[in-house]
């Protein structure tokens, strides 16, 4: 395995030097955060609801809690989703190894702000709601 950085520029003005792999990961988070871009180089949560209102008139914001394999905490549903389970199953289609945790049925969903504590089937979901998933909290 070959050290990020550790090979000299080849040609060029700069040839024999060597990039320092610290500055260089500090720049590219730099450019993301001025560019408005997530860690992974994806636009973030607020850009996509912008670009999702442009591009298809629709957009949901979706925060998850800690997923297995998932490292992104906000998504935006740019497709229509009107029901809580039409949710369930845009999410599970971009994270399909979470669909048992996504099926579990305890789990809770906040409309705005708002814990939903009646059936999640008499919910509507519009263009612009915020969602959180919130796992099942137990106790003694």
């Known amino acids: 395995m070959i050290l990020w950085g550790a090979i000299p520029i080849l040609d060029g003005s700069f040839k024999g030097e060597k990039i320092d792999h610290e500055q260089f990961t500090a720049l590219i988070k730099r450019y993301y955060d001025i560019s408005g871009f997530d860690s992974d180089?994806?636009?973030?949560?607020?850009?996509?609801?912008?670009?999702?209102?442009?591009?298809?008139?629709?957009?949901?914001?979706?925060?998850?809690?800690?997923?297995?394999?998932?490292?992104?905490?906000?998504?935006?549903?740019d497709r229509p989703v009107v029901t809580i389970e039409e949710l369930r199953s845009e999410v599970k289609r971009r994270f399909p190894h979470a669909a048992e945790f996504l099926d579990d049925h305890s789990l809770g969903f906040a409309i705005n702000g708002e814990m939903l504590v009646a059936s999640e089937e008499n919910i509507t979901l519009r263009d612009g709601d915020k969602v959180d998933l919130v796992p099942h909290l137990a106790g003694g």
């Open 41 to 77: 180089g994806l636009p973030s949560a607020p850009w996509q609801q912008q670009l999702s209102k442009v591009l298809t008139g629709f957009g949901l914001t979706v925060t998850l809690p800690e997923l297995p394999g998932v490292t992104q905490r906000q998504i935006v549903i």
